[in-house]
């Protein structure tokens, strides 16, 4: 499974964004996506993550509400589409991948840089 994320950049405090994760490589039936992120000086953290086939989402607090991932079946794309951003969402943002059943992630993409000025 390759994973390729783009979307980031620079939005203004209260601004909205949407990250992709371009997923190829074989069938995502059993796996979850999820999404990370790593603030400067700070530990790489996940957002949430969907399951493939089902379509369900977890979201961590610091994130719940604001934030959305969604999967294009016909794409094999998946979406973190980010509002009412603040600066402590400043961070580099991870895709990743990993089979049902497993807890660690086995694929990652390369990370886009999301920096919300205030």
């Known amino acids: 499974v390759q994973l390729q994320a783009s979307g980031g950049g620079l939005v203004q405090t209260g601004g909205s964004l949407r990250l992709s994760c371009a997923v190829s490589g074989r069938s995502l039936d059993n796996y979850v996506m999820g999404w990370f992120r790593q603030a400067p000086g700070k530990e790489r953290e996940s957002v949430g993550h969907i399951t493939w086939m089902l379509g369900s989402t977890y979201y961590e607090d610091s994130v719940k509400g604001r934030f959305t991932i969604s999967r294009d079946n016909i794409k094999n794309t998946v979406y973190l589409q980010m509002n009412s951003l603040k600066p402590e969402d400043t961070a580099v943002y991870y895709c990743?991948?990993?089979?049902?059943?497993?807890?660690?992630?086995?694929?990652w993409g390369q990370g886009t840089l999301v920096t919300v000025s205030s």
């Open positions: 990743a991948a990993r089979r049902i059943g497993l807890l660690a992630y086995s694929n």
